[in-house]
């Protein structure tokens, strides 16, 4: 039943999704190429032409900076809509577990969350790649007394999952945020997640900020002061106490929304 939820939640995003990527891809592919135009100095360019080229590269990074956004936007609209509204009396007589529900959301929204980082990515390498055609070519060096070991495999793999993790945080956070208001407000409710995320988002900033100037600097000075050796196992274990952390916290944000969902709702 899992399976049939994750093609439907997938199924229902995409089909908005692909219209928002395929227009910030061709704003990237005109975005480029006005910017090579602009930087190639064998074209005099009116005033009032540059005018339009320099706008319209900043219409393109506009729409690749959007793509994340609209999808971020489908998710949790689509999550609010099918949980807490009219449609969520159908989706919880639904003879499927609250959790398989959950977990289809959560899977379907951390795969659409990735594709559209992916899709930003390789939009701006295709804008950089269109803008600097024309640009005097340089040779890479590469330094070739560099040892590629076994904890530049780890650190690699250890990049990918905090990724992977950093987004099922911000998905179940903004998941229980929206059930938060759903639970406690009667209306409203969108304006008061809303209110939940930015209050509690900037408690977590600020409580961040202060752990960074009483722990990140002084181990950033660590990390400076110690032998070259001992570097990469170093950084390799700092990444993998982040990673456990940020699995924790997803582990409990999890619980919550389970809870909140099995328990606390009230749909009467």
């Known amino acids: 039943m899992l399976k049939k939820l994750l093609k439907y939640d997938l199924k229902s995003m995409m089909k908005y999704w692909w219209i928002a990527a395929l227009a910030s891809f061709v704003a990237t592919l ?35 900076v959007a793509l994340p956004l609209i999808s971020h936007i489908l998710i949790y609209v ?24 959950l977990n289809s959301k959560l899977i379907s929204a951390t795969i659409a ?8 990515l390789v939009e701006v390498l295709i804008f950089t790649a269109i803008s600097t055609i ?9 330094d070739k007394t560099y040892k590629f070991d076994i904890f530049d495999v780890g ?15 911000s998905v179940l956070f903004t998941f229980c945020c929206i059930t938060v208001a759903s639970v406690i407000a009667k209306k409203a409710k969108l304006i008061t997640a809303i209110g939940i995320y930015y209050g ?11 752990a960074y100037l009483f ?4 181990l950033i000075e660590k990390l400076i002061s110690l032998q070259k050796t001992m570097v990469k196992p170093t950084i390799f274990i700092v990444v993998l106490c982040i990673i456990v952390f940020l699995a924790i916290v997803s582990l ?14 009230n749909l009467s």
């Open 113 to 120: 969350s990735a594709v559209s980082t992916l899709a930003l």
């Open 155 to 169: 650190f690699i793999l250890e990049i990918f999952v905090f990724f992977i993790l950093v987004t099922i945080v």
């Open 30 to 64: 005109i975005g480029g190429g006005c910017n090579l135009i602009i930087n190639s100095p064998q074209y005099d360019l009116p005033v009032y032409i540059a005018i339009f080229l320099r706008f319209s590269v900043f219409l393109a990074i506009i729409a690749m």
């Open 215 to 218: 722990g990140g600097i002084a």
């Open 134 to 142: 024309n640009l005097p070519y340089e040779e890479i060096t590469i």
């Open 78 to 101: 689509r999550f609010y809509k099918n949980f807490f509204t009219d449609e969520g009396y159908l989706t919880f007589t639904l003879p499927v577990k609250r959790s398989q529900l």
């Open 200 to 210: 509690t988002s900037t408690i977590m900033s600020g409580v961040l900020e202060f």
């Open 252 to 265: 409990l944000l999890y619980l919550l929304e389970y809870f909140m969902l099995d328990r606390k709702l």
